[in-house]
C-alpha cells in the first residue's frame, strides 16, 4: 500500500471529520466517512448547505472570505441528539481556487456533560442552602438551651466541660396558687400566658445582664455571672426581680388572670454543665441555687426574698427588709418601700 | 441511618455515568425515544440528572405534583412506562448495582406509575 493511500485509509478512520469545499460555491470536493456520518452522507456533488446545519456551515464558510482560519461551534439534532461539532476552518489555495480545509471534533459529549455539572451544581447549591438554613435552626435551638459560650465549646469539642463559677447570683421565681390557674384555664390558654410572661422576664433579663437558666412549668431561674463574670451580679439580679415584679403588677391590672410570684435570690458558687448525653441540657446547679429556692419558698407573694449571701452585698439604692427569725430578706425598691399584698 | 444506593455506588462519580448511559439508551430507544424529540439537550440532561439521582436516594426530590406536571402534555402508556422500566434495570445492571438495590429503585420508580400513565 502507498504511503498515500494509507494517508487516506487514516483519514478515513479517524473521530474527525475532514471536508474540504470551495469557499466561493460550498461544492463539497472530499469529506471524510465521519464527516459524511455527522453532517449527512457525501454522494456526487453535494454542496456545504443541503447537509444538516447547512445554515450554521455557510455561514461559517463566508467568513473564510475576510478571515484566513478561525473555530466555531454548530449546533444541530440528528435523530433527536444534540449535536455539537466544533470546526477549525483553514483556507487554502489549490490551483488559483480557495478551499476550505474543515476540521470537525464531535464534542457533544463534553457538552452534555458540561449540562450535567451545571444542574447537578444547581442541586449541590439549593442543599447546601437547605443544610445551611437547618442548621441555623438546630443552632438557635441549642442556643435557647445553653449559653453561646457553652454552645461553642459543644461544637469545638463535642462536649461542655462543667465549670466552677464562684461569684454568681441565681433568681428562682415561681407563680403561687398555679395548680389552681391550671385547673380554673384552658391548658393553651396557661401556656400562653406564660410564654408571654417568660418572654417579657427574658427580655429584662437580658436587659440588665442575666442568663436564663431554665423554665419548668410555673418556675423560672436565671444567673448572672454564667458563663461569663459579672461584676455586680447581686444588684443585676436584684433590679430585674423588682423589674419582674413591677411587669406583672402592670400586667395584672389588664388582664383576667393574675399572676402573684415570689421570687428568691442567693448568691455564691454554682456549677454550670450541660448534662444529659441524649438530651442535652446546660444546667446549673450548688449552694446558690439550693439557697435561692429556700428563700423563694418562704417569700410572701410578689416579694422579692433575698438570701444573706445576696443581701450582705446589696446597699443603696435598695431598701432591705430583715424577717426576724428566719434566714431572709425582702428587698424593695428604695426611697419609698412600696407594700404590696402579703 | 443505612446508605441510600447513591451514597453506596459512590455519590454522583458513579450517577453522572449512569445518566449518560441512561439517556444514550433513551434517545437510542424507538418506543421512548420520541417522547425526546422535541426536547431541548440541556433540559433533558437536567432532568435526567434530577431523576436518576433522585431514584437512588440522592440530592433534588422531586415532588409527585413537580412529576405531573413535567409529563402534563405527554400521553404516556403502560407500555412505555414498563419499557422504561426496563431501560432503568438494564443500565443499572451495566453499572453492577446489587439486584435489591435495583429492586428498590425500581419500586421507586413504578410507585409512580399511577401520576404518569394515561388511563
Same mark, same amino acid.
Given at each position: 500500500?502507498?504511503?498515500?493511500?494509507?494517508?487516506?485509509?487514516?483519514?478515513?478512520?479517524?473521530?474527525?471529520?475532514?471536508?474540504?469545499?470551495?469557499?466561493?460555491?460550498?461544492?463539497?470536493?472530499?469529506?471524510?466517512?465521519?464527516?459524511?456520518?455527522?453532517?449527512?452522507?457525501?454522494?456526487?456533488?453535494?454542496?456545504?448547505?443541503?447537509?444538516?446545519?447547512?445554515?450554521?456551515?455557510?455561514?461559517?464558510?463566508?467568513?473564510?472570505?475576510?478571515?484566513?482560519?478561525?473555530?466555531?461551534?454548530? /449546533?444541530?439534532?440528528?435523530?433527536?441528539?444534540?449535536?455539537?461539532?466544533?470546526?477549525?476552518?483553514?483556507?487554502?489555495?489549490?490551483?488559483?481556487?480557495?478551499?476550505?480545509?474543515?476540521?470537525?471534533?464531535?464534542?457533544?459529549?463534553?457538552?452534555?456533560?458540561?449540562?450535567?455539572?451545571?444542574?447537578?451544581?444547581?442541586?449541590?447549591?439549593?442543599?447546601?442552602?437547605?443544610?445551611?438554613?437547618?442548621?441555623?435552626?438546630?443552632?438557635?435551638?441549642?442556643?435557647?438551651?445553653?449559653?453561646?459560650?457553652?454552645?461553642?465549646?459543644?461544637?469545638?469539642?463535642?462536649?461542655?466541660?462543667?465549670?466552677?463559677?464562684?461569684?454568681?447570683?441565681?433568681?428562682?421565681?415561681?407563680?403561687?396558687?398555679?395548680?389552681?390557674?391550671?385547673?380554673?384555664?384552658?391548658?393553651?390558654?396557661?401556656?400562653?400566658?406564660?410564654?408571654?410572661?417568660?418572654?417579657?422576664?427574658?427580655?429584662?433579663?437580658?436587659?440588665?445582664?442575666?442568663?436564663?437558666?431554665?423554665?419548668?412549668?410555673?418556675?423560672?431561674?436565671?444567673?448572672?455571672?454564667?458563663?461569663?463574670?459579672?461584676?455586680?451580679?447581686?444588684?443585676?439580679?436584684?433590679?430585674?426581680?423588682?423589674?419582674?415584679?413591677?411587669?406583672?403588677?402592670?400586667?395584672?391590672? /389588664?388582664?383576667?388572670?393574675?399572676?402573684?410570684?415570689?421570687?428568691?435570690?442567693?448568691?455564691?458558687?454554682?456549677?454550670?454543665?450541660?448534662?444529659?448525653?441524649?438530651?442535652?441540657?446546660?444546667?446549673?446547679?450548688?449552694?446558690?441555687?439550693?439557697?435561692?429556692?429556700?428563700?423563694?419558698?418562704?417569700?410572701?407573694?410578689?416579694?422579692?426574698?433575698?438570701?444573706?449571701?445576696?443581701?450582705?452585698?446589696?446597699?443603696?439604692?435598695?431598701?432591705?427588709?430583715?424577717?426576724?427569725?428566719?434566714?431572709?430578706?425582702?428587698? /424593695?425598691?428604695?426611697?419609698?418601700?412600696?407594700?404590696?399584698?402579703? | 441511618?443505612?446508605?441510600?444506593?447513591?451514597?453506596?455506588?459512590?455519590?454522583?462519580?458513579?450517577?453522572?455515568?449512569?445518566?449518560?448511559? @441512561?439517556?444514550?439508551?433513551?434517545?437510542?430507544?424507538?418506543?421512548?425515544?420520541?417522547?425526546?424529540?422535541?426536547?431541548?439537550?440541556?433540559?433533558?440532561?437536567?432532568?435526567?440528572?434530577?431523576? =436518576?439521582?433522585?431514584?437512588?436516594?440522592?440530592?433534588?426530590?422531586?415532588?409527585?405534583?413537580?412529576?405531573?406536571?413535567?409529563?402534563?402534555?405527554?400521553?404516556?402508556?403502560?407500555?412505555?412506562?414498563?419499557?422504561?422500566?426496563?431501560?432503568?434495570?438494564?443500565? @443499572?445492571?451495566?453499572?453492577?448495582?446489587?439486584?435489591?438495590?435495583?429492586?428498590?429503585? @425500581?419500586?421507586?420508580?413504578?410507585?409512580?406509575?399511577?401520576? @404518569? =400513565?394515561?388511563?
Amino acid at each position: 500500500m502507498s504511503i498515500a493511500a494509507i494517508n487516506e485509509q487514516l483519514l478515513r478512520a479517524i473521530g474527525v471529520g475532514v471536508a474540504l469545499v470551495k469557499v466561493k460555491s460550498g461544492a463539497i470536493r472530499y469529506a471524510n466517512d465521519t464527516f459524511g456520518d455527522w453532517f449527512g452522507p457525501i454522494d456526487g456533488e453535494v454542496k456545504l448547505s443541503e447537509l444538516l446545519a447547512g445554515a450554521e456551515l455557510m455561514d461559517a464558510l463566508k467568513r473564510l472570505e475576510t478571515e484566513d482560519s478561525f473555530t466555531s461551534e454548530v /449546533s444541530f439534532k440528528r435523530r433527536r441528539r444534540s449535536m455539537t461539532v466544533a470546526i477549525e476552518a483553514n483556507r487554502a489555495l489549490d490551483e488559483g481556487e480557495d478551499i476550505a480545509v474543515l476540521v470537525c471534533q464531535n464534542i457533544s459529549r463534553i457538552k452534555e456533560l458540561e449540562s450535567m455539572i451545571d444542574s447537578y451544581a444547581m442541586m449541590v447549591e439549593r442543599n447546601t442552602h437547605e443544610i445551611r438554613r437547618e442548621k441555623e435552626h438546630v443552632e438557635k435551638l441549642l442556643l435557647n438551651m445553653m449559653p453561646r459560650t457553652a454552645y461553642e465549646e459543644y461544637k469545638s469539642f463535642g462536649v461542655v466541660a462543667p465549670r466552677l463559677f464562684q461569684d454568681v447570683t441565681v433568681l428562682t421565681l415561681s407563680f403561687a396558687n398555679f395548680e389552681q390557674l391550671i385547673e380554673d384555664h384552658d391548658p393553651a390558654v396557661i401556656v400562653s400566658e406564660l410564654n408571654d410572661v417568660y418572654t417579657a422576664f427574658d427580655r429584662i433579663g437580658e436587659q440588665f445582664g442575666c442568663e436564663r437558666v431554665r423554665t419548668a412549668g410555673d418556675s423560672y431561674f436565671t444567673v448572672s455571672g454564667v458563663p461569663d463574670p459579672v461584676h455586680d451580679h447581686a444588684g443585676t439580679v436584684a433590679n430585674a426581680a423588682l423589674r419582674f415584679l413591677r411587669y406583672l403588677e402592670q400586667r395584672n391590672t /389588664s388582664h383576667p388572670i393574675k399572676w402573684n410570684a415570689r421570687i428568691g435570690i442567693a448568691s455564691g458558687t454554682v456549677i454550670g454543665s450541660v448534662v444529659g448525653v441524649q438530651k442535652y441540657v446546660y444546667d446549673v446547679f450548688g449552694p446558690a441555687v439550693t439557697q435561692a429556692s429556700e428563700v423563694q419558698s418562704m417569700a410572701p407573694q410578689m416579694r422579692v426574698g433575698l438570701h444573706p449571701t445576696t443581701a450582705a452585698k446589696l446597699d443603696t439604692p435598695y431598701h432591705l427588709e430583715p424577717v426576724a427569725g428566719q434566714e431572709l430578706t425582702l428587698l /424593695s425598691e428604695a426611697p419609698v418601700a412600696k407594700e404590696t399584698q402579703t | 441511618m443505612s446508605k441510600t444506593p447513591y451514597e453506596k455506588y459512590g455519590g454522583f462519580a458513579t450517577v453522572s455515568r449512569i445518566v449518560m448511559r @441512561l439517556y444514550d439508551k433513551l434517545l437510542d430507544d424507538d418506543d421512548v425515544g420520541p417522547f425526546f424529540d422535541d426536547v431541548d439537550m440541556p433540559k433533558l440532561i437536567d432532568h435526567q440528572t434530577k431523576f =436518576v439521582s433522585s431514584l437512588m436516594g440522592g440530592p433534588a426530590s422531586f415532588s409527585d405534583t413537580h412529576i405531573a406536571n413535567a409529563h402534563h402534555a405527554l400521553t404516556i402508556y403502560d407500555a412505555h412506562f414498563d419499557r422504561l422500566k426496563e431501560l432503568i434495570h438494564e443500565t @443499572l445492571d451495566e453499572f453492577s448495582v446489587e439486584p435489591e438495590d435495583t429492586l428498590a429503585v @425500581l419500586g421507586e420508580f413504578e410507585a409512580r406509575r399511577e401520576i @404518569l =400513565v394515561e388511563r
